[in-house]
């Protein structure tokens, strides 16, 4: 069965730095093209960052564009995203998902997702 965890949410400073990561068990991350998402309470999900199987393209949300990154570990079976600057409006669960969609770039829409994992929490605060 096709499972993703997320990991290494927080409570973070506001200007720190965090990096969650997602993990999978059951079959083999680098075959799937994976996407992180946010939701804060009280508010939709919301797209941050997508990167592609095969050649490892991302796709950024423009008002997260250079803050976040996202890369893939292809040894560790992750994909990890790095954020910067935080503030605390980046607090909320961080979600990873998953869909088989090979050499497309993959949307910032939570519906083209088949996977999901249960989310981390991160809190931006002092």
């Known amino acids: 069965q096709l499972r993703l965890v997320e990991s290494g949410g927080g409570l973070v400073q506001p200007g720190g730095s965090l990096t969650v990561a997602c993990t999978a068990s059951?079959?083999?991350?680098?075959?799937?093209?994976i996407g992180w998402f946010r939701q804060a309470p009280g508010k939709e999900r919301e797209g941050i960052a997508s990167i592609s199987s095969g050649s490892g393209t991302t796709n950024y949300a423009d008002s997260l564009k250079g803050r976040f990154t996202i890369f893939r570990d292809t040894a560790k079976n992750a994909v990890y995203l790095r954020m910067n600057s935080l503030k605390a409006e980046d607090t909320a669960v961080y979600y990873c998902?998953?869909?088989?969609?090979?050499?497309?770039?993959?949307?910032?829409?939570?519906?083209?997702?088949?996977?999901w994992g249960q989310g981390t929490q991160v809190t931006v605060s002092s």
């Open positions: 998902a998953a869909v088989l969609i090979p050499g497309r770039v993959p949307t910032l829409a939570p519906e083209g997702y088949s996977y």
């Open positions: 059951g079959f083999t991350l680098d075959r799937y093209a």
